[in-house]
Each structure stands twice: as structure tokens, then as C-alpha cells.
């Protein structure tokens, strides 16, 4: 099992230009999640997913967009990139909450740049 | 405001020794409490984790502790290896509903860096 995979691993973009991070995940979860880190700073959450066609907003979505439309993807896009949004991203994925118990899956994190 | 915090940025320990990092919070209604470990480049793996109820959870080489009165809890890794060389991050859970659904929302301190020597 590959568990959780992002891509890309890097990007650098100017502002206002669009992106869209992919997250994969092989474990048949219904939850899925995407987080920011910033120096200093815990994850934050961006949106969440309860399951394939469904999302909600988290901590801190502005700016961002979902879309799941394959119980296995992820999708996290980026309309016009700001420099606010230089950060790592991290995807992550569980069995119907149980990661607040026992963890939440994680992917290897993408590092964005908005220049 | 911060919820969960995790007041030392750092902490240098010896091969062999203890370490312990700590973690405070405030929100009454978190019920589980977590540990994650990071390595550069990669994600945070899972840890440990302690219901509210409880007051110690061991594992292994892992032992986390929680006060609740205090709203404190403090990861305890006996012996340190240099393998433990990590960011340690603490979150907290409580189960959050919006929208007709529920999920248990982490939320996260800064996190640790922990180093340990040989």
C-alpha cells in the first residue's frame, strides 16, 4: 500500500496564478482532510471531506477550493495564488473519525511558494 | 488564541536519557489528546494518543501523561535514542458538527524539535 501520496512535492508560482495539489490515498477512507504549516505554527485545517462528493470548510479556507469526487482524491486548488499562501500542505486521511483516536494517515507534504 | 500549545520550540537531550515534552491547552471539550512525530520531509506519523478519562497511556518507550486540572499533558520517551531525533507535535480532539455531519477536528500545538545526542 502506497497509504498516502501528494503531488506535486514542490511548486513555485507567481502571483495570481492557479494550481491544484493532488492527494491519493489506498486505504478505502471516507475522511479526508488538508492542512497548512507556517514556521511557528501547528497544521491548520484548510477543508475536509466526509466522503466522495461532499466537503466543508475548516480553519482556514479562504482562498482555497475542494473537490472529491473519487472517494480515493483529494483535490485542493489554488484560483490566484497570494503570497499568504507560501506554505507546506499536508493531506491526510481516516476510517470514519477514527483518527482523532488513533491518528490520522498522512501524506508527504507539498512545499508551495507564491512569489 | 491558540488552543494547544507547546511552549518550548526545542529540547537537547542525551542518548540514554529521558526526554519530556510538554503541551498545555484550554478548550475543555477536547476528549482525546495525541502525539505525532515528524521527520524532514515527510509527513507526521502517529504516535500515542490518551482519552480524557484517562490519566497515563504507555507504550513501549512512549508514555504520555495528562493533568486535566491542569490542562497539561507531557510525553514522557525513556530511553532517548538518536532515532527519536523528530518535531513532536501535540493536537487535541473534540468532535465538531457542521452541515449535518461530524468529524473529530485536531487541533494542533507549534510542536517540538527534539534532538538527541550520542
Known amino acids: 500500500n502506497a497509504g498516502v501520496t501528494q503531488t506535486p512535492k514542490f511548486r513555485v508560482l507567481k502571483t495570481g496564478q492557479s494550481m491544484t495539489l493532488l492527494c491519493a490515498q489506498d486505504?478505502?477512507?471516507?475522511?479526508m482532510y488538508w492542512y497548512r504549516q507556517d514556521p511557528g505554527m501547528g497544521l491548520r485545517l484548510i477543508h475536509y471531506?466526509?466522503?466522495?462528493?461532499?466537503?466543508a470548510k475548516g480553519e482556514v479556507p479562504d482562498g482555497y477550493n475542494v473537490s472529491r469526487l473519487k472517494k480515493q482524491n483529494f483535490l485542493l486548488g489554488l484560483e490566484s495564488a497570494a503570497p499568504s499562501q507560501t506554505s507546506v500542505y499536508f493531506c491526510a486521511s481516516d476510517f470514519r473519525n477514527s483518527g482523532r483516536i488513533g491518528g490520522q494517515f498522512f501524506g508527504p507534504g507539498t512545499r508551495l511558494t507564491v512569489l | 488564541d491558540q488552543q494547544v500549545k507547546q511552549n518550548s520550540p526545542s529540547l537537547s537531550v542525551q542518548e540514554g536519557r529521558i526526554s519530556i515534552l510538554n503541551c498545555d491547552y484550554t478548550?475543555?471539550?477536547?476528549?482525546?489528546f495525541l502525539w505525532y512525530k515528524k521527520y524532514p520531509a515527510e509527513g507526521p506519523t502517529f504516535l500515542i494518543s490518551?482519552?480524557?478519562?484517562?490519566d497515563k497511556n504507555e507504550d513501549g518507550r512512549f508514555t504520555v501523561f495528562l493533568n486535566k486540572s491542569a490542562k497539561h499533558l507531557s510525553l514522557h520517551i525513556v530511553p532517548s535514542q538518536p532515532g527519536d531525533s523528530a518535531v513532536y507535535f501535540c493536537?487535541?480532539?473534540?468532535?465538531?458538527?457542521?452541515?449535518?455531519?461530524?468529524?473529530?477536528?485536531?487541533?494542533f500545538g507549534q510542536g517540538t524539535i527534539l534532538t538527541v545526542h550520542p
Open positions: 471531506s466526509v466522503g466522495e462528493g461532499t466537503t
Open positions: 486505504m478505502n477512507h471516507e475522511y
Open positions: 493536537a487535541a480532539s473534540a468532535v465538531v458538527s457542521a452541515g449535518g455531519t461530524s468529524y473529530g477536528k485536531l487541533t
Open positions: 490518551i482519552s480524557s478519562i484517562k
Open positions: 478548550n475543555s471539550m477536547f476528549d482525546y
